[in-house]
């Protein structure tokens, strides 16, 4: 029987290859994403870091054991302690300015919004399609682009934390989270939360988009 999570990967492949194909990604892969693209990332990708928080936070309220709220709790650490602070240092060091990149452009903003509805009106399956569906795909682009050589330091580092052996730790376990789930719930709700997936690597697709300029 097909893993609920390959189906979904299987569901939804051209959107999947749309986003790792992204111009976004392929500069990156490339060496020419534009410094301003990646300052605007910075202040944006930064901001939706806030938003990941709550919806892990609602997934370790839905949580429905303590190994699994262990877990989650080591992923909001890694989200605060972590990548928090790295936005904090790097966009010091480069002089970027949050506010001078607002108001926020409409791809974030249908991004964030989509991802924090679900995760306030879902359940423990979809936060754990949400999250899945983000970190699945930031693992696979984020290793291949960090396989190659990259001239900014910064990008390199934010590369290189996307791609080490915790981060596809973590999305492992969500995959096999969202495995778990998909054994006992029902094909309608089975094709609900397949078109959530979709939603996802959609509104990624908006963010990075949006990241162009």
């Known amino acids: 029987m097909t893993a609920f999570s390959d189906q979904l990967l299987a569901d939804h492949i051209d959107v999947w290859n749309a986003m790792q194909q ?11 994403l534009p410094e301003t693209a990646f300052h605007r990332y910075l202040v944006f990708e930064g901001e939706f870091v806030f938003s990941a928080v709550e919806i892990l936070a609602q ?61 306030r009106t879902g359940g423990y399956a979809d936060i754990m399609v949400l999250m899945f569906g983000a970190e699945w795909m930031y693992y696979h682009w984020c290793a291949r682009a960090a396989a190659r050589p990259q001239h900014d330091e910064d990008l390199r580092d934010w590369l290189s934390m996307h791609a080490d052996d915790a981060f596809y ?35 990624e697709i908006d963010f990075h988009q949006a990241m162009l300029g």
């Not at 992204?22 to 020419?32: C, D, K, R, S």
């Not at 969500?174 to 309608?188: A, I, N, P």
Request: charged share 20%; with cysteine; aromatic share 10%.
């Open 169 to 203: 730790q973590q999305a492992c376990w969500l995959k096999q989270e969202v495995d778990q789930c998909g054994l006992t719930l029902s094909g309608q709700e089975k094709q609900r939360l397949s078109q959530l997936y979709g939603d996802v690597l959609a509104w």
């Open 59 to 119: 997934g370790l309220s839905h949580a429905p054991d303590v190994s699994r709220q262990r877990w989650l709790i080591q992923g909001l650490n890694g989200l605060v302690d972590t990548q928090l602070g790295w936005f904090e240092r790097v966009m010091a060091k480069r002089g970027v300015v949050a506010e001078h990149w607002q108001p926020a452009p409409a791809g974030f903003i249908r991004f964030r919004d989509g991802m924090l509805q679900a995760a």
């Open 22 to 32: 992204h111009p976004f990604v392929q500069a990156i892969e490339q060496g020419t």
